[in-house]
């Protein structure tokens, strides 16, 4: 009898633990994705599954319509971009330090990676100047850090009508359509860096 007590505890306790621990990784879960912005979990929602439906799209053998279908699914994206973006301001967005690269004797530039198939790149005119708050800020972090950051994306002087139509509202380093949805490249000027120990996927 108390052998049959003795397992029934253990087992009750075995079972209790595994439930803490379940109950903790789904803990865990939730405070990552919280963490990232409503605004940036949209971004990348619209960058992710518009790049599957352009790519499964492209992956089909070719037919009349093809690239029209194609020029849609594309068009329909930057207006979803668009509606979530508004204005370029972004606030307490994370990612990744993909790279430093040093700007002698001005600064530096950096390439962010987002969770997603989105990224922050540079331009000549986008150094982070030497002695501004932002780059003594990137004195805490290196290539890999994970960041919280915030900034205004870079407008397009061509808007999405202009000499290049393949280009959105916001400025790209892409230079075509496929290379965009393959990974989309926009410019951002810094306001705030900082350093943070959350995990990124």
Known sequence: MNMDITRIFRVSLIVLVALLLAA????CKEEKKSSIPPQELSFCKIVDDYRELYL???????YIGQE????????????????????????????????ITPN????????VGLPC??????????????????????RK???????????NLVISPSISLGKYPYKIY???NSRTKEES??????????????DTPMVIH
């Open 24 to 27: 903790g990784v789904t803990s």
């Open 181 to 194: 949805i393959s990974e989309l490249e926009l410019l951002i000027k810094y306001k705030e860096i900082k």
């Open 170 to 172: 916001y400025d790209e």
């Open 117 to 138: 198939h989105a990224s922050f790149s540079y331009q000549e005119d986008l150094t982070i100047k030497i002695g501004t708050p932002v780059y003594e800020s990137l």
């Open 56 to 62: 499964s799209e492209s992956d089909k053998d070719k």
């Open 104 to 111: 002698p004797g001005q600064g530096v530039w950096i390439t």
């Open 68 to 99: 029209e279908a194609l020029e849609k699914i594309y068009r329909e994206r930057t207006e979803q971009l668009i509606g979530v973006l508004g204005e370029g301001k972004l606030n307490g967005w994370v990612g990744t330090i993909r790279r």
């Open 141 to 151: 972090c290196h290539e890999k850090s994970n960041i919280i950051f915030s900034g």
